[in-house]
């Protein structure tokens, strides 16, 4: 996979068309019609199944929120100033605050680590820009070399899905595809594995790792996600089945051609 | 009780284990460490933030978790990281790093007896 060309920025590449961005990952609002193109951009970013509202946090701590079902920018960032000219408009939950970006200039990037929305008044010069990033992936890393990174997932997923248990729910994303998906509660886990890959750690190896497995168990269900730097699966199991799940992988890997 | 040593009781019989940290998950503190060699102790708090938001992981429809989540696995390369936590008393977890072929589910089953054993001592 070439640098800037992960799934999401196939994916928000895809939905910029027809002009693709001129420097291949960006693509800068215009004032004159931001509230399409945000929509696009929204539209883009809802077809990842990510949840309902995006909280992206700026580098300054200020949360800045994404109503994606209303396509709505919410935040004291993206506020007009009140009518008392005493600063920006603070009710978070108010849709309509959504309609107060006209004056911005909004650029989002994004590479293999994060989704980056930077914005700037275009009405003052006393407001510097200002940015969020959302972590997307863990960074590209180097070759792998033992005997689970060098596990493919379309292995795990072959492994999983027609040898071990038959799973609840399951999907994989190749190369910014979705290429299997199955159950009807695969966007529902597609939503929910975004939200944990945003979370998870990245561990400390002592060697460059393409592949980073997670599993969660409750007493009932287990999550299996695995992602690399080309494909992403999220896969629902029956029971408690973690250590069980960490076993089948190493032994997998053992036993790979 | 002496914490540490406890910890260090479980890490034993898992040589592959090399850090284990007793995390508050709510407010994402460690309360206690048990390591083969010195941490900092800025890696041993990501250790136990991690375990709160794993461990406290929301599900927006009951479809697919109805229960609370009480084990993470965490693999990438080399390296795995495992959040316990008891079902009945989520509010403190067991954090382990180390190589990924520890055998985490006995691991599991020891850490949620000290766990519980930690809970009635309070």
Same mark, same amino acid.
């Given at each position: 996979?070439?640098?800037?060309?992960s799934l999401?920025?196939?994916?928000?590449?895809?939905?910029?068309?027809?002009?693709?961005?001129?420097?291949?990952?960006?693509?800068?609002?215009?004032?004159?019609?931001?509230?399409?193109?945000?929509?696009?951009?929204?539209?883009?970013?809802?077809?990842?199944?990510?949840?309902?509202?995006?909280?992206?946090?700026?580098?300054?701590? !200020? /949360?800045?929120? *994404?109503?994606?079902?209303? %396509?709505? @920018?919410?935040?004291?960032?993206?506020?007009?100033?009140?009518?008392?000219?005493?600063?920006?408009?603070?009710?978070?939950?108010?849709?309509?605050?959504?309609?107060?970006?006209?004056?911005?200039?909004?650029?989002?990037?994004?590479?293999e680590t994060?989704?980056?929305?930077?914005?700037?008044?275009?009405?003052?010069?006393?407001?510097?820009?200002?940015?969020?990033?959302?972590p997307f992936m863990t960074p590209a890393s180097s070759?792998p070399d033992d005997e689970v990174t060098s596990l493919h997932i379309?292995?795990i997923?072959?492994?999983?899905?027609?040898?071990?248990?038959? !799973? /609840?729910?399951? *999907?994989?994303i190749?190369? %910014?595809? @979705?290429?299997?998906?199955?159950?009807?509660?695969?966007?529902?886990?597609?939503?929910?594995a975004i939200?944990i890959w945003n979370m998870a750690p990245v561990l400390e190896t002592?060697r460059g790792s393409s592949l980073q497995i997670i599993l969660l168990?409750?007493?009932?269900?287990?999550f299996l996600l695995a992602r690399s730097d080309t494909h992403h699966l999220a896969a629902?199991?029956?029971?408690?089945?973690?250590?069980?799940l960490r076993?089948?992988i190493?032994?997998?890997a053992?036993?790979?051609? | 009780?002496?914490?540490?040593?406890?910890?260090?009781?479980?890490?034993?019989?898992?040589?592959?284990?090399?850090?284990?940290?007793?995390?508050?998950?709510?407010?994402?503190?460690?309360?206690?460490?048990?390591?083969?060699?010195?941490?900092?102790?800025?890696?041993?708090?990501?250790?136990?933030?991690s375990?709160?938001?794993l461990?406290?992981?929301?599900?927006?429809?009951?479809?697919?978790?109805?229960?609370?989540?009480?084990?993470v696995i965490v693999i990438e390369g080399d390296v795995l990281q495992t959040?316990?936590?008891?079902?009945?008393?989520?509010?403190?977890?067991?954090?382990?790093t180390?190589?990924r072929?520890?055998?985490?589910?006995?691991?599991?089953?020891?850490?949620?007896?000290?766990?519980?054993?930690?809970?009635?001592?309070?």
């Amino acid at each position: 996979m070439t640098k800037g060309d992960s799934l999401l920025d196939r994916i928000i590449a895809a939905h910029l068309a027809p002009d693709p961005p001129s420097n291949g990952h960006a693509r800068e609002l215009a004032a004159a019609d931001p509230d399409a193109l945000l929509d696009t951009v929204l539209d883009a970013v809802t077809q990842t199944y990510l949840p309902r509202r995006l909280c992206f946090t700026a580098p300054n701590g !200020t /949360a800045v929120r *994404v109503d994606v079902a209303n %396509g709505r @920018i919410l935040g004291p960032h993206l506020s007009k100033p009140s009518p008392s000219g005493s600063g920006h408009g603070h009710d978070q939950d108010d849709p309509s605050e959504g309609t107060d970006i006209l004056p911005y200039l909004i650029n989002l990037t994004a590479n293999e680590t994060s989704l980056t929305l930077t914005w700037e008044r275009l009405d003052t010069t006393t407001n510097p820009a200002n940015s969020a990033i959302m972590p997307f992936m863990t960074p590209a890393s180097s070759q792998p070399d033992d005997e689970v990174t060098s596990l493919h997932i379309p292995a795990i997923f072959d492994f999983f899905h027609h040898i071990h248990t038959p !799973t /609840a729910s399951l *999907v994989m994303i190749s190369d %910014g595809q @979705i290429t299997q998906s199955q159950g009807d509660t695969a966007p529902a886990l597609l939503a929910q594995a975004i939200t944990i890959w945003n979370m998870a750690p990245v561990l400390e190896t002592s060697r460059g790792s393409s592949l980073q497995i997670i599993l969660l168990s409750s007493n009932d269900q287990t999550f299996l996600l695995a992602r690399s730097d080309t494909h992403h699966l999220a896969a629902l199991f029956d029971g408690e089945q973690a250590h069980v799940l960490r076993s089948k992988i190493c032994e997998l890997a053992a036993n790979r051609p | 009780m002496n914490i540490a040593a406890r910890l260090e009781e479980l890490r034993y019989p898992f040589p592959g284990c090399r850090t284990l940290v007793l995390a508050d998950l709510a407010a994402g503190l460690v309360l206690g460490t048990n390591s083969g060699n010195t941490r900092p102790q800025e890696q041993l708090d990501r250790l136990a933030q991690s375990a709160g938001r794993l461990l406290n992981v929301t599900f927006p429809s009951t479809a697919l978790l109805s229960s609370t989540i009480h084990t993470v696995i965490v693999i990438e390369g080399d390296v795995l990281q495992t959040f316990i936590t008891n079902p009945a008393d989520g509010e403190v977890a067991i954090c382990c790093t180390g190589s990924r072929t520890i055998d985490t589910a006995a691991l599991a089953t020891r850490a949620r007896a000290l766990l519980a054993e930690l809970g009635g001592a309070e």
